[in-house]
Every structure is written in C-alpha cells, then in structure tokens.
C-alpha cells in the first residue's frame, strides 16, 4: 500500500507547484543492516561501553565544552591513578583475552579495536545465557592495557627469561657470540632508548663494538619492579 505525505505549501504558489505538495511514498523495504562499527557500539550499548577514544564525559555535560573537556580529563587521570594490579591480573594473559596477537608490540589503536571486538563479542546481550562475567573480564583487560602506566607495570610482570650465561669457557669466538647474542635481543625490549646496538660478531668494526658497550654501560630501563616488591613484601 502506497502511502502520501502532504508537505506544507505556501499560499502564493503557482496551482502546479502547489498540487506537487501532495508526494507518493512508496512502499517500505525491509534492509538487512550489518551489526558492527563504532557507530553500531554507541547506539546499541550506550551505558555499558566507556569510550577508548575518552570522548565522552561521565558527568553527562558535552565533552565539547570547556567544562565538560576539564572534567573529561580529570575524570581520566583519576583513571589512571586509580588502576591497581593484584597478583591475580598478573596470572592473566589480558592479550590474548582481547585476541591480539603481537601481544607486547600492540599499539594503542590495536588495542582499542580489539577491545570494541572484544565487546561485542562478549556483551551479555549476546549470551545465551545472559552471562557478563567474560564481559566483565574484556572491560578489566582495556583497565590495565588501555592505561599506559598500568601497562608498563603488567609487562614488567609477564614471564621473562632474566638468566645470564656464565663466563664460560667458550669452545671459540663464535661460541660466545652465540651464548650471548640472545641475552641482549631479549634485554633490549626493556630499553628506554629504542634499537639499542647488538653485540655483532668478529666483523664487527671495534668502534661499534666500543659504542655498543658505552650505550649499555649507561642503560636506562623503563621496566617497574613495583609489583614484584609488593609480592615478595606479601609472602
């Protein structure tokens, strides 16, 4: 069944215009519309999803006005501040809770993907059940991963080989550089300078090899033992 909308015409109007006031609509059409998208998030999860992006202001007054914009960042600072690990949030891979699989090398865009997938994937709405405890735990993994200061302490936490070879003896020289070569790769993740200088090999010109030494010499780590003092304080 056709519908028709009447739209309002002035009353100075040509008759003919004023006949075209009165428009056919034509019958409405059922569309199939894809569930997913930042857009499709806000609207069909308003009160549930804190926005990565900060864009939002809990205090419900638009984040575009300057009050809204102060609050919005005191609001996150005290986020921040307020993201505590226990040892239990140590015993969790929260990467791979959010599926992202460069784990440690995840940018902060990937992470924020991940967990708007993660969202919707997990949100009790789409449980057959109703259940939100995974839910709960995907909202807990962006807490610690989203919050760079709470990030750096879980890193810090996650298993890491600490062990350093001994002196030897060596069978050869290529013998050492294999023993040792590893130690560096793995040590130079917690560097706060970035591409720290590798060991090399024989080849290695003895002015590279004397500025590898004085940049490790001088090694400066972003790595918190916070949490690891807190654990042996606890036991």
């Not at 109007?13 to 019958?27: G, N, R, T, Y």
């Not at 290529?174 to 993740?189: G, I, L, M, Q």
């Not at 004397?210 to 090694?219: E, G, I, V």
Request: net charge negative.
């Amino acid at each position: 069944m056709a519908l028709t909308l009447q739209l309002p015409a002035f009353d100075d109007l040509p008759q003919s215009i004023a006949e075209a006031s009165f428009v056919p609509l034509a019958a409405p059409v059922r569309r199939s519309i894809a569930a997913f998208g930042g857009a499709y998030v806000a609207h069909a999860f308003p009160a549930d999803l804190p926005d990565p992006s900060g864009q939002s202001s809990s205090s419900g007054k638009p984040s575009g006005s300057p009050s809204g914009r102060s609050e919005q960042r005191r609001d996150m600072g005290d986020r921040k501040k307020n993201v505590k690990l226990d040892e239990a949030d140590l015993e969790v891979d929260w990467y791979a809770l959010l599926k992202l699989p460069d784990a440690e090398g995840s940018t902060d865009d990937q992470i924020k993907s991940a967990y708007r997938r993660r969202c919707l994937d997990t949100h009790p709405d789409k449980q057959p059940d109703g259940s939100d405890v995974e839910f709960k735990r995907v909202q807990r993994a962006f807490e610690i991963l989203g919050n760079p200061e709470a990030r750096r302490s879980y890193d810090s936490s996650r298993p890491f080989d600490d062990s350093i070879p001994g002196e030897g003896p060596f069978k050869d020289d290529s013998d050492f550089y294999s023993t040792f070569a590893p130690v560096f790769a793995r040590n130079s993740k917690w560097s706060a300078e970035p591409n720290m200088p590798q060991i090399g090999d024989n080849d290695t010109p003895l002015d590279d090899v004397r500025r590898m030494y004085d940049q490790w010499l001088a090694f400066r780590t972003w790595r918190d033992f916070s949490n690891e003092v807190e654990l042996q304080e606890i036991d």
